[in-house]
């Protein structure tokens, strides 16, 4: 598994494709591509890391296929096509705001970086301040240092 919170649902950057709404059932609830693809037997997060490997075409292609498997889109290619346009164009676009977020998580791993780098820094100075590892290291039991 390449990103271990890919399928860690509160977190997950597919959230924004996976809960488009993309109609209305008959019972007046919203479909979604999450419950088309569940519907269809088929592992949502899978399907739309799968659709981000395909080229944007393809994976329209394929996604308006799905839906025109419900009863919303029976017979209506042109609907199911412009549905299934929309949820990839919010897949792709949801992969660029990921790729942000990366870059503030490396921010904040620099920042602790430079935290530690600080306190073990600050932890030397105190030792050499204090002359401990000379009164440590003295084997002389007259040896008084200097202060």
Known sequence: MQN??????SHSFLNKF?????GIEKNGSPLTILSVLARLGKDP???AEHCL???QSKAVDCLARDLLKMEVYANRLDD??????QAIARLHSSRKTKTGNS????????????FCVFALGLG???LLV???????LSSNPNYIGSW
């Open 80 to 85: 199911a096509r412009h549905a299934a346009s």
């Open 53 to 55: 490997k395909m080229p």
């Open 45 to 47: 997060w899978a399907e």
């Open 124 to 126: 030397f100075n105190i």
């Open 18 to 22: 996976l809960y488009t709404e993309i």
């Open 130 to 136: 204090t002359n401990l590892p000379v009164k440590l």
């Open 4 to 9: 271990p919170h890919l399928f860690v649902l």
């Open 103 to 114: 870059s503030a998580a490396t921010a904040k791993i620099g920042m602790a970086l430079v």
